[in-house]
């Protein structure tokens, strides 16, 4: 096995450990929709504000998500490397493709 594959190959199992809790995968489905407030995303998911902040952030830090200051708010977005397919209902991660079907 060459350095590539290996280097590929951890670059996948990262992007797919981080995908691999469900909170933050519900996330990203609903990011995939548009951008969201945290307001937002909380009266979906009905979880702890602060939960909500961790995973928000583990996904901004793996390049998930990005946010942006709305005044006093925070909106979050799906990030622009992330290649939506199928109509939004996929992620291409460039190591595989995750359907949301």
């Known amino acids: 096995m060459n ?32 951008p969201k407030h945290v307001g937002e995303l909380n009266a979906v998911l009905g979880i702890e504000q602060s939960l909500l902040s961790h995973h928000l952030k583990v996904l901004r830090e793996e390049g998930f998500v990005t946010a942006t200051r709305d005044g006093k708010a925070v909106l979050y977005c799906c990030a622009p490397n992330i290649q939506q397919r199928n109509g939004g209902k996929a992620i291409d991660l460039g190591c595989c493709l995750l359907c949301f079907d």
């Open 3 to 34: 350095s590539k594959s290996t280097s590929s190959q951890s670059f996948c199992v990262r992007k797919l450990k981080v995908l691999a809790d469900t909170t933050r995968l519900s996330v990203l489905e609903i990011l995939m929709e548009g």
